[in-house]
């Protein structure tokens, strides 16, 4: 079983930078692919970006892709979602999570994810 918390979420001017943690309490975190979802108000939940459990491959949706950046850290349990050129569109709750499932295949889907965090809020003001 693995425990997810977020951190680094905040309020950013439009064309800010946030970089978020997403700290794991477990000794199996390195096998577990992560991802990194957000919701914002009165949309459903959406995929941002992913990473397969050793670091080698990762994903983004198309609306962040040169903006964010994913990566892990296995030896410190933490996986990181650099945002840069933020834009109000971007406000939402950032959420991680955690699947053991096959990557390429799963990634982006949310129902395939076991483990979530609590989420973390972004607000990028205009």
């Known amino acids: 079983q693995v425990q997810l918390v977020e951190s680094g979420g905040g309020l950013v001017q439009a064309g800010g930078s946030l970089r978020l943690s997403c700290a794991a309490s477990?000794?199996?975190?390195?096998?577990?692919?992560m991802g990194w979802f957000r919701q914002a108000p009165g949309k459903e939940r959406e995929f941002v970006a992913a990473?397969?459990?050793?670091?080698?491959?990762?994903n983004y949706a198309a609306f962040v892709k040169g903006r964010f950046t994913i990566s892990r850290d296995n030896a410190k349990n933490t996986v990181y979602l650099q945002m840069n050129s933020l834009k109000p569109e971007d406000t939402a709750v950032y959420y991680c999570?955690?699947?053991?499932?096959?990557?390429?295949?799963?990634?982006?889907?949310?129902?395939?994810?076991?483990?979530w965090g609590q989420g973390t809020q972004v607000t990028v003001s205009s």
């Open positions: 999570a955690a699947t053991l499932r096959y990557y390429y295949i799963e990634y982006a889907k949310d129902g395939s994810y076991d483990y």
């Open positions: 477990g000794r199996t975190f390195s096998s577990y692919n």
């Open positions: 990473v397969i459990w050793s670091g080698g491959s990762t």
